[in-house]
């Protein structure tokens, strides 16, 4: 079975940064995307920023040249450094996982940026 678990989330001040890590366990195939997305309150769930096996990577409008996702395939870990956070960044961070048309959810982390 394969478990997310996030790490990294936390309050910061605007302008500020942070680095989220999530570190996979279990039987997840090698060939696989992983990624981020967040859910502020009262808004859906929306996509962050993934990143292949191979390193290929996508980001939202919203996140880019702002923020960069990484990975550490030895490590099964993947990465979000988050730079130049705004108020609107405020959300719970889930990290995730797909390969071979299965999904996998982290429980999230809290990201509160006070301006």
């Known amino acids: 079975q394969v478990q997310l678990v996030e790490s990294g989330g936390g309050l910061v001040q605007a302008g500020g940064s942070l680095r989220l890590s999530c570190a996979a366990s279990g039987s997840i195939p090698s060939n696989n995307l992983m990624g981020w997305y967040r859910q502020a309150p009262g808004k859906q769930r929306e996509l962050v920023a993934t990143?292949?096996?191979?390193?290929?990577?996508n980001y939202a409008d919203s996140v880019k040249g702002r923020f960069v996702i990484s990975r550490d395939n030895a490590k099964s870990t993947v990465y979000l450094q988050m730079n130049s956070l705004n108020s609107e960044d405020t959300a719970v961070y889930y990290c995730?996982?797909?390969?071979?048309?299965?999904?996998?959810w982290g429980k999230g982390t809290l990201v509160t940026v006070s301006s």
């Open positions: 995730a996982a797909s390969s071979a048309g299965i999904f996998y």
């Open positions: 990143i292949t096996s191979g390193g290929s990577t």
